[in-house]
């Protein structure tokens, strides 16, 4: 059973930063995507960034310019950096990874981002 750990959310202010951390276990050798994503109260899930296999990143247009997906390999963990948070950027926060090799589909237990005004 693959497992993802995710870490770094809390309490801040607008307009200051926060780092998410996604720690999977074991090896990936070819994956489909790895993604952040993110659900407010009464909102539906919503795709916060993503990794596409072949390197392609993607961003939900209203964290363009503020937040940064990458990943680093060596410690099987994939971060979310977040600047100039907002309040509307309040939610439990989720990772994900759809792996190819090995083939699974897993989900991180969420972790909660709150911006105070």
């Known amino acids: 059973q693959v497992q993802l750990v995710e870490s770094g959310g809390g309490l801040v202010q607008a307009g200051g930063s926060l780092r998410l951390s996604c720690t999977y276990s074991g090896s990936i050798f070819s994956f489909n995507r790895m993604g952040w994503y993110r659900q407010a109260p009464g909102k539906q899930r919503e795709l916060v960034a993503s990794?596409?296999?072949?390197?392609?990143?993607n961003y939900a247009d209203s964290v363009k310019g503020r937040f940064g997906i990458s990943r680093d390999n060596a410690k099987n963990t994939v971060y979310l950096q977040m600047n100039s948070l907002k309040p509307e950027d309040t939610a439990v926060y989720y990772c994900n990874i759809d792996s190819r090799i090995p083939r699974y589909e897993s989900w991180g237990q969420g972790t909660q981002v709150t911006v105070s005004s």
């Open positions: 990794i596409i296999s072949g390197g392609r990143i």
